[in-house]
């Protein structure tokens, strides 16, 4: 089956610690994203990726790093350096051109204590 | 990216026809209208979208307004399934990041 996932479902950290949150496609899609969402929130922009070897901030990038070495992945890392890094995480991937539809990870929730 | 006006919730009965209502008075001729939903703690699904057109799909259908201000997503027959928060978003074709602007959506609730 065709689709993307995320993984773990459920994160829990220490604060100062750094964690990174998986996300996989085999879609064949060149564009991947992640966003945030907090409770009763829309979601937001972390970074977005458009082909492979290259991605560019989002409206909230501060304290997260990604890497984007193979097109079926687009791994998140959330730093210590984010100050409120307790959030729903979700990954999305799509083809070309912004009449496309985005298809979405099941999300992780992480959780810092 | 244009932004859009949704109510912030809805309830409907199960089996009958919804109508969620979405405002985007500064929308741009190249904006297409984006429909998705979020059932709780999952990510977001694409129901569907349009331009200019009323769209039909297996999900539901999309109604644009002549003068594209505004649309309404039809379910034809609400099940407790369809229960979720529903976003209308506006991309436009001339934009770079691609990214989805996501609202607070319209919570719909489903009575049995």
């Known amino acids: 089956d065709g689709g993307i996932t995320q993984s773990p479902k459920y994160l829990f950290r220490k604060e100062g610690q750094n964690v990174t949150l998986s996300c996989e496609q085999n879609?064949?899609?060149?564009?991947m994203y992640w966003y945030r969402q907090d409770p009763g929130q829309g979601l937001r922009l972390i970074y977005y990726?458009?082909?492979?070897?290259?991605?560019q901030k989002g409206d909230i990038a501060e304290g997260y790093s990604v890497s984007r070495e193979k097109k079926e992945s687009f791994p998140l890392t959330v730093t210590s350096a984010q100050k409120n890094p307790t959030a729903f995480y979700l990954c999305a991937s799509s083809t070309h051109g912004l009449s496309y539809e985005q298809y979405f990870g099941p999300g992780t929730r992480l959780t810092v204590t | 990216d244009a932004k859009t006006t949704q109510p912030n919730s809805m309830e409907s009965n199960e089996e009958e026809p919804v109508h969620l209502p979405c405002n985007h008075s500064?929308?741009?001729?190249?904006?297409?209208i984006h429909w998705y939903r979020q059932l709780p703690s999952q990510g977001p699904e694409y129901v569907i979208h349009g331009l200019t057109s009323n769209v039909n799909n297996r999900m539901a259908s999309l109604a644009i307004a002549e003068d594209r201000k505004s649309s309404t997503l039809i379910l034809h027959r609400a099940t407790l399934r369809d229960a979720a928060v529903y976003y209308c978003?506006?991309?436009?074709?001339?934009?770079?990041?691609?990214?989805?602007?996501f609202g607070k959506g319209t919570k719909l609730s489903v009575k049995p």
């Open positions: 990726s458009q082909i492979v070897n290259d991605f």
């Open positions: 978003i506006l991309r436009d074709v001339g934009g770079s990041q691609g990214n989805l602007i």
């Open positions: 879609l064949n899609h060149d564009a």
């Open positions: 500064t929308i741009s001729g190249t904006d297409y």
